[in-house]
């Protein structure tokens, strides 16, 4: 299950998107536009500007954009930035594996072989869909 924060930096993320060719956007226009809390929104897209996914400008006419391109902007990207491992039990994770506390053997645990599963179509979608693919969807 997505959290909140990673539902928000998409959102984001598609709203500025969608204004990517024009100037800076406010905290407090996306915070509207989106209806999400301003604080928290800021949280977010320091996050973001901080893992170089987005960038920002100071003064009159400030706020954020994207520094990638929506193309480039892979939701695997998001989940794993805000939320962390996108598998559904430590053990079956590719960037956080550890070893579950319960598990005696991993090699013959059923319950693993199905998380992997689990991983694997969750990873194929994240990893297929981007920022611009969300908004072409959008578009038809």
Same mark, same amino acid.
């Given at each position: 299950?997505? !959290?909140?924060?990673?539902k928000?930096? $998409?959102k984001?993320?598609?709203?500025?998107a969608?204004?990517?060719?024009?100037?800076?956007?406010?905290i407090?226009? $996306?915070?509207?536009?989106e209806?999400?809390p301003?604080?928290?929104?800021?949280?977010? =897209?320091?996050?973001?500007?901080?893992?170089? $996914?987005? !960038?920002?400008?100071?003064?009159k006419?400030?706020?954020?954009? =994207?520094?990638? @391109? @929506?193309?480039?902007?892979?939701?695997? !990207?998001?989940?794993?930035?805000?939320?962390?491992? $996108? @598998?559904?039990?430590?053990?079956?994770? =590719?960037?956080?594996?550890?070893k579950?506390?319960?598990?005696?053997?991993?090699? !013959?645990? +059923?319950?693993?072989?199905?998380?992997?599963?689990?991983?694997?179509?969750? +990873?194929?979608v994240?990893?297929?869909?981007?920022? @611009?693919?969300?908004?072409?969807?959008?578009?038809?």
């Amino acid at each position: 299950m997505l !959290s909140k924060k990673v539902k928000y930096a $998409i959102k984001a993320l598609l709203y500025l998107a969608n204004k990517e060719a024009q100037k800076p956007v406010l905290i407090s226009e $996306i915070a509207e536009k989106e209806q999400m809390p301003r604080k928290f929104l800021e949280q977010i =897209l320091l996050e973001l500007r901080n893992a170089g $996914i987005l !960038s920002s400008k100071k003064g009159k006419g400030g706020g954020y954009y =994207l520094r990638k @391109a @929506a193309a480039e902007i892979s939701l695997v !990207s998001i989940v794993r930035l805000i939320d962390g491992p $996108i @598998a559904p039990t430590p053990c079956v994770s =590719l960037n956080f594996y550890e070893k579950c506390e319960d598990c005696i053997d991993e090699t !013959s645990c +059923l319950m693993r072989h199905v998380m992997v599963e689990i991983r694997d179509a969750n +990873l194929k979608v994240l990893e297929n869909t981007t920022i @611009a693919s969300m908004l072409n969807k959008q578009k038809i």
